[in-house]
Each structure stands twice: as structure tokens, then as C-alpha cells.
T-cell receptor, first 113, second 114 residues
Framework: GENVEQHPSTLSVQEGDSAVIKCTYS??????FPWYKQELGKRPQLIIDIRSNVGEKKDQRIAVTLNKTAKHFSLHITETQPEDSAVYFCAAKTSSNTGKLIFGQGTTLQVKP | EPEVTQTPSHQVTQMGQEVILRCVPISNHLYFYWYRQILGQKVEFLVS????????KSEIFDDQFSVERPDGSNFTLKIRSTKLEDSAMYFC????????????FGPGTRLLVL
């Protein structure tokens, strides 16, 4: 069935270091991959997304890479800051035309000052 | 910037009771979704809604669940007879036109079934 696996489940880095979170998806027809940041008790907020016709996208300190052959995509955060601490979810839009998202399990990122 | 809103923010109910969770999607959006997140777990798709009808539903969305868009602004999720395992955060999301894929999430309703 449709599935997205996300690793690691927790990640602790020092301020200024880089953080990488990886996801794999099962539906080869998936064509849209958003990343959401969720702070404690708040709504998931879209931070970056990528479509299957590109291999990489960057927005300031955040970048996402996509390998369609291997069916995996990654989030890269450089020069991490304490305010980057949150739970990050990857997701994949399935091949169904409803646009539903299948989410990964989430990664709790802690950036230590 | 327009946002998806949800009410109530928290709901406590007794097992077997009916609950209605309300959402106001972003005004010009056409596609609506409900997701749930059990504490500490991933966000799970429940149902999608377009053109006044359900377009897809998950296995979780059984006969105890229903959705409705009673007027031009509200989008509701009803659970007819709540179970303990329905305790979760419920998120509403909405999306613009078919080629705009970004889904915007509401703040969620935390449902606790006792």
C-alpha cells in the first residue's frame, strides 16, 4: 500500500551544524513532496516542497533533494538555529487525483544552543 | 494572510457521544481534507472532499464518520458514536485549484474521548 518512511525519528544537533532528514516512498507515481514543520501544539506549516520534475530545490537555509529512481527525498537544513527545533514531517502526494498526502512518522529535531 | 480555522480547539466527550468538529477553509479553496494525528504518531489521511462530495476516504473513515459542507464556508467532521481510540488531534486542510498542490492546515481540534 501507500507508505512513507522517515528517518531518523529524533535528531539532535549543535547550533550551526547541518541537519538531514530522509524519507522514502512506495508509490512510484507520487509527484509532489512537501515538508511540514510542526511546533508543539501548533498546526503543520509547509516549509518547502518539490515536484517530481526537479531534483533539488533550495530556499535560504533549507533544501530538498529528490531521487525518483530510488524513491527517496531528503530535507537539508544548514546553519541550524534553536528556533529550527520542531517536529518535521515529510509527505508524498499519491497518484490518486484527490491530492491526499501520505505522511512520514516525523522527526523531532533539537538544536542545542 | 488567510488561514484555515477550526473550532473547538479542545473537545472532551464521553464514549458513545456524538461530536462535530468544525473547520472554515480558506475562502477560495476547492479541495478539503480531514487528517488525524494520534499523540506521538504520524498524521493520517481520513477523507477528501470536492464538489460537495467525498472524493476519497481511508480505512479509518468508517460508517461512524461523516463530513458535510452545510454552507459556503464551513466544513464539518462528525463522529457519531465516539470510541476511546478516536482520541487524537484532528486537522482540517484545504487546497486551491487542482494544479495548486499545497495544502494549508488548520490549528487542529484535540479530541479526548473518556
Amino acid at each position: 500500500g501507500e507508505n512513507v518512511e522517515q528517518h531518523p525519528s529524533t535528531l539532535s544537533v549543535q547550533e550551526g551544524d547541518s541537519a538531514v532528514i530522509k524519507c522514502t516512498y512506495s508509490d512510484s507515481a507520487s509527484n509532489y513532496f512537501p515538508w511540514y514543520k510542526q511546533e508543539l501544539g501548533k498546526r503543520p506549516q509547509l516549509i518547502i516542497d518539490i515536484r517530481s520534475n526537479v531534483g533539488e530545490k533550495k530556499d535560504q537555509r533549507i533544501a530538498v533533494t529528490l531521487n525518483k529512481t530510488a524513491k527517496h527525498f531528503s530535507l537539508h537544513i544548514t546553519e541550524t538555529q534553536p528556533e529550527d527545533s520542531a517536529v518535521y514531517f515529510c509527505a508524498a502526494k499519491t497518484s490518486s487525483n484527490t491530492g491526499k498526502l501520505i505522511f512520514g512518522q516525523g522527526t523531532t529535531l533539537q538544536v542545542k544552543p | 494572510e488567510p488561514e484555515v480555522t477550526q473550532t473547538p480547539s479542545h473537545q472532551v466527550t464521553q464514549m458513545g457521544q456524538e461530536v462535530i468538529l468544525r473547520c472554515v477553509p480558506i475562502s477560495n479553496h476547492l479541495y478539503f481534507y480531514w487528517y488525524r494525528q494520534i499523540l506521538g504518531q504520524k498524521v493520517e489521511f481520513l477523507v477528501s472532499f470536492y464538489n460537495n462530495e467525498i472524493s476519497e476516504k481511508s480505512e479509518i473513515f468508517d460508517d461512524q464518520f461523516s463530513v458535510e459542507r452545510p454552507d459556503g464556508s464551513n466544513f464539518t467532521l462528525k463522529i457519531r458514536s465516539t470510541k476511546l481510540e478516536d482520541s487524537a488531534m484532528y486537522f482540517c486542510a484545504s487546497r486551491d485549484r487542482s494544479f495548486q498542490e499545497t495544502q494549508y492546515f488548520g490549528p487542529g481540534t484535540r479530541l479526548l474521548v473518556l
